[in-house]
T-cell receptor, first 117, second 112 residues
Framework: DTGVSQDPRHKITKRGQNVTFRCDPI?????LYWYRQTLGQGPEFLTY????????KSRLLSDRFSAERPKGSFSTLEIQRTEQGDSAMYLC???????????????FGEGSWLTVV | DAKTTQPNSMESNEEEPVHLPCNHS???????IHWYRQLPSQGPEYVIH???SNVNNRMASLAIAEDRKSSTLILHRATLRDAAVYYC?????????????FGKGTKLSVIP
């Protein structure tokens, strides 16, 4: 039973460098989400995909951030020109949308920790 | 999004029941009430969700007030592994946007 998988789990990078995180959702899940969490706070929504289409982006997702989900399977989140304020845990989650009236359970990965020095 | 109010922290003795309250007085009639928990250094984990009726699963029970303005997550016998931050999240379901809006949650400590 494989859950949501994220890679790398930890990344230390110098300010100004680009970083990319990968997420492999649970097989056959058609929705994929990215969240960010800083110390002492709850996770904050960044963006989500339904299949390969990116349907919503938070205002938190500045133009330095880009997310893709080619072919509707795995997803990548790239941060360009990293800043110290980008230091956080980046969480990926997935779900399967069944019907318009069903409760939708979202399953999270263990997160990718980013430290910008 | 509906605003939620949860205690910042709670303590429980091991093997005793725990009742975690949540107020969500502005909840929409179609919002499900979700509970997630987050263990240290891990991603959030789904616990339970419900709409109107009380719900039970292997992890917990969810008691929803008749007016749906509050709910209580019940852990029947707390274990050390239940020490986590518990989030109560009203969220719309269905074909539209389905983002979860996390607050600060309740940090549950379990005392051996």
């Amino acid at each position: 039973d494989t859950g949501v998988s994220q890679d790398p789990r930890h990344k230390i990078t110098k300010r100004g460098q680009n970083v990319t995180f990968r997420c492999d959702p649970i097989s056959e899940h058609n929705r994929l989400y990215w969240y960010r969490q800083t110390l002492g706070q709850g996770p904050e929504f960044l963006t989500y995909f339904q299949n390969e289409a990116q349907l919503e982006k938070s205002r938190l997702l500045s133009d330095r951030f880009s997310a893709e989900r080619p072919k509707g399977s795995f997803s990548t989140l790239e941060i360009q020109r990293t800043e110290q304020g980008d230091s956080a845990m980046y969480l990926c989650a997935s779900s399967y949308l069944r019907t318009a009236s069903s409760g939708n359970t979202i399953y999270f990965g263990e997160g990718s920790w980013l430290t910008v020095v | 999004d509906a605003k939620t109010t949860q205690p910042n922290s709670m303590e429980s003795n091991e093997e005793e029941p725990v009742h975690l309250p949540c107020n969500h007085s502005t909840i929409s009639g179609t919002d499900y009430i979700h509970w997630y928990r987050q263990l240290p250094s891990q991603g959030p984990e789904y616990v339970i969700h419900g709409l109107t009726s009380n719900v039970n699963n292997r992890m917990a029970s969810l008691a929803i007030a008749e007016d749906r303005k509050s709910s209580t997550l019940i852990l029947h016998r707390a274990t050390l592994r239940d020490a986590a931050v518990y989030y109560c999240i009203p969220a719309r379901s269905g074909a539209g946007s389905y983002q979860l809006t996390f607050g600060k949650g309740t940090k549950l400590s379990v005392i051996p």
